[in-house]
């Protein structure tokens, strides 16, 4: 029982921590555009849309 002396502290400064670490998440704007970044990630941003009205251009030429 005599540990509950060092556990019980422990466990409310990590807690303390936790929720100051979230509080400044918060602050610094880190949940702004949860949307933004989901669709960031998905869309790939590799290749270049043809413009309007133009054909792609073939990525290799067909055999004889």
């Known amino acids: 029982?005599?540990?509950l002396i060092y556990l019980v502290?422990?466990?409310l400064s990590?807690?303390?921590l936790g929720l100051g670490a979230f509080m400044w998440s918060l602050k610094t704007?880190?949940?702004?555009?949860l949307?933004?970044?989901a669709w960031r990630?998905?869309?790939d941003?590799?290749?270049i849309p043809p413009a309007a009205g133009q054909k792609k251009?073939?990525?290799s030429s067909p055999a004889p």
Do not use: R
């Open 1 to 3: 029982m005599e540990v």
């Open 9 to 11: 502290p422990l466990a």
């Open 14 to 16: 990590l807690g303390l």
């Open 29 to 33: 704007g880190q949940y702004d555009d």
């Open 35 to 37: 949307d933004g970044a």
């Open 41 to 43: 990630a998905i869309l």
């Open 45 to 47: 941003d590799d290749q």
């Open 57 to 59: 251009a073939p990525t």
